[in-house]
């Protein structure tokens, strides 16, 4: 058997986050989703939107903002998903796709996709909301990230 990338919908996508995911919650909208099958049975996901970062907000940037995997994927299901990412994105127009990693997590399944450190986002206890736009803060904001962009 050998992982096989399907195309998913964003709700399908955010469900598998909220039943799966160690930290965060479900996205508000992407771009574009895409699941990972291995057999007959779906046990990743990825969801690529646009940056949160403004400053990266430039039409050609996208992150994924959420990937996903079950207990029961194969080894090399994350890598997976951030290669086919990148090669989508490419394939629609995009220069460049980030992420973000918790400073904990190791970063092997990225290193192994190929995609580079390219900053440190420090961490922050006030959160995002801004005026009339509130924000959950959520405890991963308080904790220092790594910020990974494709070659």
């Known amino acids: 058997m050998k992982l096989t990338p399907i195309p998913i919908t964003l709700r399908e ?16 909208g992407g771009r574009f989703a895409i699941g990972a099958v291995y057999g007959d049975v779906m046990v990743g996901v ?7 970062a403004r400053t990266l907000q430039d039409g050609l940037t996208a992150e994924v903002t959420r990937l996903c995997v079950h207990d ?12 086919r990412c990148w090669r989508i994105w490419q394939q629609m127009g995009g220069k460049r796709l ?5 400073q904990s997590e190791s970063g092997a399944s990225l290193r192994g996709a190929g ?5 440190e986002v420090k961490p922050s206890n006030v959160g995002w909301d801004r005026g009339d ?17 494709t070659p």
Do not use: M
């Open 13 to 28: 996508a955010n469900d598998f986050v909220t039943n799966f995911h160690r930290h965060n919650k479900k996205t508000q």
């Open 133 to 149: 736009r509130r924000r959950d803060w959520q405890p991963i904001y308080g904790q220092l990230k790594l910020r990974w962009e």
């Open 72 to 83: 029961d994927a194969p080894k090399n299901t994350c890598s997976f998903l951030y290669g």
């Open 46 to 52: 990825a969801i690529v939107g646009r940056p949160v």
């Open 115 to 119: 995609w580079k450190v390219a900053a």
């Open 98 to 102: 980030v992420t973000y990693t918790l």
